[in-house]
């Protein structure tokens, strides 16, 4: 039977299971472990909250040295109303000279990692790379190269794996989709 979960006013149905999701971090924590096997020191930097749970998974997949940290965008308080400009908090160290790896949970638009790299751009990194556990092809509309993509899904709403539908649903370790 088909297991049903209700988040506020939305009812979800699972749509990767927590094998494949392991499947697919092991894959491209491959990817990663061969391309980075002769950089020095790389920093994963995963963007909270969404990113908490696969950047534990994955990190425990990767063979070389590195470093772990956790960014935040958050929205400038008081006179900018849009929401639209948003600040980077928790870089604290330098990460001039470093190769960075963005840990993302979902590239969507894309408005958000560009935004992301070009702030981090700005601190003068060695490199940068964005590993996103799912991509949304059909929405993406950035320039930026997203070369380590986990999972492509359709532009469905998901759940799950550190996802959240208004802050719920982020400990699930399947993925669910809303429910038509
Ligand atoms: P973008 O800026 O790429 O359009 O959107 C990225 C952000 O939108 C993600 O970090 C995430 O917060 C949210 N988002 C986009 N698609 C989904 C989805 O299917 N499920 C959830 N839970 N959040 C999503
Ligand atoms: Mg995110």
Do not use: W
């Amino acid at each position: 039977m088909e297991k049903i979960i209700q988040l506020n006013d939305r009812r979800f149905k699972v749509m990767i299971p927590a094998e494949k999701i392991d499947e697919a971090v092991a894959a491209v924590a491959e990817r990663i472990n061969r391309d980075y096997a002769e950089r020095q020191t790389p920093i994963f930097m995963g963007v909270l909250n969404g990113s908490f749970m696969f950047l534990s998974d994955l990190i425990k997949k990767i063979e070389f040295n590195n470093e772990i940290s956790f960014v935040k965008l958050a929205s400038y308080e008081g006179t900018t109303s849009t929401g639209a400009v948003k600040k980077l908090i928790g870089i604290n160290g330098s990460i001039e000279g470093r190769h960075i790896i963005i840990v993302e949970d979902i590239v969507d638009t894309g408005e958000s990692i560009q935004h992301m790299v070009e702030m981090l751009q700005a601190y003068n990194p060695a490199s940068i790379e964005v590993c996103t556990l799912f991509f949304k092809p059909n929405s993406y509309s950035k320039q930026i190269p997203i070369n380590y993509r986990a999972m492509e899904i359709g532009n469905e709403f998901i759940v799950g794996y550190g996802l959240d539908y208004d802050q719920l649903g982020r400990s699930l370790k399947d993925i669910y989709v809303v429910c038509e």
